[in-house]
């Protein structure tokens, strides 16, 4: 993957390349891992340019209630300076 992050306005970027086509037409849907995703965030937090940030994320794993499997779930935390 080739995630980047902007680290003063906090976006994160993933190329359109780095996502799996399911869908054309009528419009594009593209595929992304999310356990995958998490991990190269983490990867970058991690990096020097990353260190001086909070977290870019959070993350709760997927979870069995009943027998039934729901989703893992990644969404924005704020990237600020520490």
């Known amino acids: 993957m080739a995630i980047t992050i902007h680290w003063a306005s906090g976006i994160i970027q993933v ?11 009528p ?8 356990n995958d995703f998490r991990l190269e965030l983490k990867e970058l937090e991690a990096a020097a340019s990353g ?4 977290r870019t994320h959070r993350h709760n794993t997927s979870v069995e209630i009943g027998g039934v499997i729901l ?4 969404h924005r935390s704020g990237i600020k300076n520490q």
């Open 71 to 74: 989703a893992r779930v990644v």
């Open 27 to 34: 419009f594009e849907v593209r595929e992304l891992d999310i």
């Open 51 to 54: 260190m001086a940030f909070l």
């Open 15 to 25: 190329p359109r390349t780095d996502m799996l086509l399911v869908q054309s037409t």
